[in-house]
């Protein structure tokens, strides 16, 4: 029953993602249009600075507060209680962080440092939202997710309004923020009818929810690194424009990531519980699985590569004509990017979860020191291609070069063999059909 539960539960989050990633897609599309390089640029820049700050605000509790709440079921309201009273002080703090580094980073251009102090309230509202693991925990997404459609939904209209009534860039820095309330504020009031504890707070509770939790905020924030230090770099040494551009080839090569998503998803309980049961089963399903999106990006890289100026001009018009060999590059970064995502389930079956920082922060050092290097011979090409080289090197090369996770790059290797895929075709679209 329990089970039947889960995989419900995970239907309803990977549907509502879908519906989201598409909505999203389609707004942010016209809301690049009508923006236009530069202050679609802004915009990108000020969430790839609130994004560095991310992790602090969440202290780490999003990857443990499901567990807290299975290891103390009776004291649950004192658990998202102390969590939430937590991250909202951690909030403000992180928007003093980045109105302080906008302050200084950009020092006299008062466009960019309103936008960057407006996107930045997005962080107290996206405090409320850590209720969602609640609802996680409880095996009841459904309400999380249809409340995260819905704000969708809103923040799509707001965003339409805006169009219409021409609004400036402000108004559109607010619109993460109008995202995070509707969802926060949404989650805390179900939460009040239908959780069975009041919400309290607790110094003894929350330190040890810290001790915990603090392990995850390094890795999370070497996560944050990889992926926007592109875009503070190409901000702040080639301008706002070279980075609206960058923007737009990005959200054009990740538009089908979510299906990347959704087949993991499928396969990660059965990989894990094939690990306890049955090691050929479970190390096949492994192979399965990079096998499907080796293949998948395979072609994804050749049908943008060859339809990059199509691809562009469709969504983002003539204005955004430099993305199209931004995005040429980009796209044949996902499948490493991708990579990863299934070597952490590894990790994970195969309980060597620490080497992950070693690698993330392999992988940011790269990153900085290729982008310092690439961005001012080529722009927004060269971000691209540190982009790439930065997946390919931490997520496919370092698994030879690092001993304890080899065994990882056989299954992989496996995977990409041709043979694999024509003997193992019929069981892989065996597998996504039954868990679809």
Request: net charge positive; glycine share 6%; proline share 2%.
């Amino acid at each position: 029953m329990r089970e039947k539960q889960a995989f419900n539960n995970a239907k309803w989050i990977i549907a509502c993602k879908i519906a989201q990633s598409i909505l999203q897609l389609i707004i942010g599309m016209i809301c690049a249009r009508y923006l236009g390089p530069s202050n679609y640029g802004l915009i990108n820049y000020a969430a790839s600075i609130v994004a560095f700050v991310m992790p602090l605000m969440k202290l780490g509790l999003d990857s443990t507060l499901v567990s807290e709440l299975v290891e103390n079921p009776h004291k649950e309201g004192e658990v998202m209680g102390t969590s939430l009273l937590m991250n909202t002080i951690s909030s403000l703090l992180c928007i003093g962080g980045v109105t302080a580094f906008a302050s200084i980073a950009n020092f006299g251009e008062t466009e960019t440092i309103i936008v960057c102090i407006l996107y930045s309230t997005s962080l107290f509202f996206g405090a409320l939202e850590m209720m969602q693991y609640w609802f996680q925990y409880k095996l009841i997404s459904k309400y999380s997710s249809i409340v995260m459609l819905i704000s969708y939904v809103v923040v799509s209209a707001y965003k339409i309004f805006l169009l219409v009534t021409a609004k400036s860039v402000y108004w559109f820095a607010l619109s993460n923020s109008l995202d995070f309330c509707v969802i926060g504020v949404s989650l805390i009031a179900i939460y009040l009818k239908k959780g069975d504890q009041r919400l309290s707070f607790s110094w003894s509770r929350g330190k040890k929810m810290l001790s915990r939790s603090r392990y995850y905020i390094l890795a999370s924030l070497i996560i944050v690194v990889i992926q926007n230090t592109d875009h503070v770099m190409l901000t702040n040494m080639i301008g706002k424009a070279e980075n609206g551009i960058y923007s737009a080839a990005i959200t054009s090569a990740t538009v089908a990531q979510f299906v990347y998503m959704a087949i993991i998803d499928s396969y990660r309980p059965l990989i894990l519980e094939n690990k306890k049961n049955d090691q050929k089963a479970y190390e096949t399903d492994l192979s399965r699985l990079y096998c499907v999106i080796s293949y998948m990006a395979l072609a994804q890289g050749i049908v943008f590569t060859l339809f990059a100026p199509f691809i562009i001009g469709l969504l983002y018009g003539s204005e955004y004509a430099g993305a199209v060999h931004v995005l040429q590059i980009l796209v044949w970064y996902i499948a490493f990017a991708i990579m990863g995502t299934v070597r952490n389930i590894w990790l994970l079956a195969e309980k060597k979860e620490k080497y992950l920082w070693r690698i993330n922060l392999f992988g940011a050092l790269m990153n900085i020191a290729l982008n310092a290097f690439m961005i001012p011979l080529w722009g927004a090409c060269g971000a691209a291609f540190a982009s790439f080289l930065t997946q390919f090197f931490a997520n496919f090369i370092l698994g030879f070069i690092l001993k304890p996770i080899r065994e990882n790059n056989k299954l992989i290797l496996r995977g990409l063999n041709p043979k694999f895929l024509i003997t193992e075709s019929g069981k892989i679209l065996k597998i996504l059909r039954k868990k679809s």
